[in-house]
C-alpha cells in the first residue's frame, strides 16, 4: 500500500490521533482538517517563516486512558503554500525504516535517538509548549500540572502571594480550563486592571491560544476604554482566538476609525497582523470595512514596519486575494499604492 500524506500514515496505522496546529496559536485542528492539508488540497492556514508547525499525537485505538505519543513537525511549503509533498516522503519513509506499520510500538534507545535526529523535528518554544500540555490534559481528562492551585489562589486574591512565584505552565493550565471555570472567569475580568503588569503580560500570552470563552468577550470589550494603553494592547491580544467574533470586529473597526494615539499606534498594527488578522478577513457587513482602514492607517504608519507587516499578511492564504484586490486598485490613495509598488520591488528582489 503506498502512503503518500502524514494524514494517510496515521489511519493505516490502527491509531487514533488528534492534531493541534503551532504555527500561529496552538489550537486543535480536526482530522479533515488536517487531512485536507497533508493532502495538498489546501494551502496550510497559519504559516510560519514559510513553515507549518504542528503537534500529532497519537495513540493505539482501543487504548481507554491514553498515553499518547507526539510528533512535534516543522514541515516546509511549497511556493503554492502547500504543505511539501517531498518533505512528507521523507519522514514516512525515516519512520517505516524505524518503526514499520507500528506507530505506537516502543522504542529502543538507539531508535528513539535516530528518530529524534528526523531535520523534521523541532522544539517549539516554552509558551507554545506550556499552552500544547495545557490543551492536552484537558483533552484527555488528566490533572492540571501542580502549578495549577497556585494560579487559581491568584487570580482569586492577588493580594494573597507575589506572582513572582506562579509558574507558567499553571498560568497554561488555567487558560485551557477556563470554559469550565466560571466563578473564576468572573474574578479575572474584574481583576483585569489591577494585575501586576508583568503577570497581565503572561496571561495574555496563555489566553491567546486556546478558545477564550464567549462569555468572556463582551466584558473584555468593555474594560478596553478605561484602560491605559498597555493594558488596552494586552487585552486585545486576550481576544485573539476570538477576533473573527462580531464584537470583536465591531470594536476593532470602531477603533480603527478613531484617530491613534503614538503610544498604541504602532504596535496594534503589529499586534492586527501577527494575531488579530482573522478579523480583517471579509466575512460579511461588520468586516468589510476593516481590511482597507487598515491598510490605510499602516500605509500612514512608521515606514520600516510597513513591508514587513504586509508580507505577513499577504502570505496567509485567508487573506491573500482580498489584499491582493485592494491593493491593485486604481482608485487608492497615493500612500497605498506607493505602497503596492514597494512590495511589488521588494517581491521581484527576492
Known amino acids: 500500500m503506498t502512503i503518500s500524506n502524514l494524514s494517510e500514515l496515521l489511519e493505516h496505522s490502527q491509531c487514533s490521533y488528534c492534531c493541534y496546529d503551532l504555527g500561529g496559536r496552538v489550537q486543535a485542528l480536526s482530522s479533515a482538517e488536517f487531512a485536507v492539508i497533508a493532502g495538498q488540497r ?15 499525537v497519537f495513540w493505539p485505538q482501543l487504548q481507554q486512558h491514553p498515553q499518547p505519543f507526539i510528533w512535534l513537525l516543522k514541515l516546509p511549503l511549497d511556493e503554492r503554500g502547500l504543505l511539501d509533498q517531498q518533505a512528507q516522503q521523507n519522514f514516512i519513509a525515516q519512520v517505516i525504516a524505524l518503526l514499520g506499520q507500528q506507530l505506537t510500538g516502543a522504542l529502543s534507545e538507539q531508535q528513539q535517538q535516530q528518530l529524534q535526529q528526523s531535520p523534521y523535528l523541532f522544539t517549539p518554544n516554552t509558551t507554545a509548549q506550556a499552552a500544547l500540555h495545557g490543551q492536552l490534559r484537558v483533552r484527555f481528562g488528566q490533572p492540571p500540572s501542580l502549578h495549577f492551585e497556585a494560579v487559581e489562589s491568584y487570580l482569586r486574591d492577588p493580594q494573597q502571594q507575589s506572582w513572582q512565584q506562579l509558574g507558567v505552565q499553571g498560568i497554561h493550565d488555567v487558560a485551557a480550563r477556563l470554559p469550565q471555570l466560571e466563578n473564576l472567569q468572573q474574578t479575572l475580568l474584574q481583576q483585569l486592571p489591577n494585575f501586576p503588569l508583568p503577570f497581565l503580560q503572561a496571561l495574555a500570552q496563555a489566553l491567546e491560544h486556546p478558545p477564550l470563552p464567549l462569555t468572556a468577550v463582551e466584558p473584555m470589550l468593555a474594560w478596553l476604554p478605561q484602560l491605559p494603553a498597555e493594558r488596552q494592547l494586552l487585552v486585545w491580544r486576550m481576544l485573539t482566538s476570538r477576533a473573527d467574533h462580531d464584537l470583536v470586529q465591531q470594536a476593532l473597526q470602531q477603533r480603527l476609525e478613531q484617530p491613534f494615539d503614538a503610544a498604541i499606534a504602532t504596535d496594534l498594527l503589529v499586534l492586527i497582523a501577527m494575531r488579530l488578522w482573522p478579523a ?37 492564504p485567508a487573506l491573500r486575494p482580498h489584499l491582493l484586490a485592494l491593493l491593485r486598485r486604481n482608485d487608492n490613495p497615493s500612500s497605498l499604492r506607493q505602497l503596492w509598488q ?9
Not at 342 to 350: E, F
Open 342 to 350: 514597494r512590495l511589488n520591488g521588494a517581491t521581484s528582489c527576492n
Open 42 to 56: 489546501v494551502a496550510y492556514p497559519y504559516p510560519h517563516q514559510h513553515h507549518a508547525q504542528f503537534a500529532l
Open 280 to 316: 480583517l478577513v471579509p466575512s460579511g457587513s461588520n468586516s468589510a470595512n476593516l481590511l482597507p482602514q487598515y491598510l490605510q492607517h499602516l500605509a500612514a504608519g512608521e515606514q520600516s514596519l510597513q513591508l514587513p507587516l504586509l508580507q505577513q499578511l499577504i502570505r496567509l
